[in-house]
């Protein structure tokens, strides 16, 4: 799993990012929410690398 970022938002909600993959952003009412949808975001990121070859950075 690659590292996350959770913090609270300036709209209540809490705001999780992946530095290692520039611009996955996601955010949740709740940091738990924030969690499972950076996860998804994480996971669609790498999908789309990978269906254009492009390399998968590091953490």
């Known amino acids: 799993m690659k590292p996350i970022i959770i913090k ?8 999780a990012e992946c ?9 949740g009412q ?3 929410e ?8 994480i996971e669609g990121y790498i999908e789309v690398l990978e269906e254009e ?3 998968i950075p590091l953490p």
Request: aromatic letters at 6%; hydrophobic letters at 30%; proline letters at 13%.
């Open 8 to 15: 609270p938002g300036e709209d209540g909600f809490w705001v």
């Open 19 to 27: 530095p290692s993959l520039p611009g996955c952003i996601s955010q």
């Open 30 to 32: 709740s940091r738990k």
């Open 34 to 41: 924030a969690v499972q949808n950076i996860r998804e975001a």
């Open 53 to 55: 070859g492009e390399p």
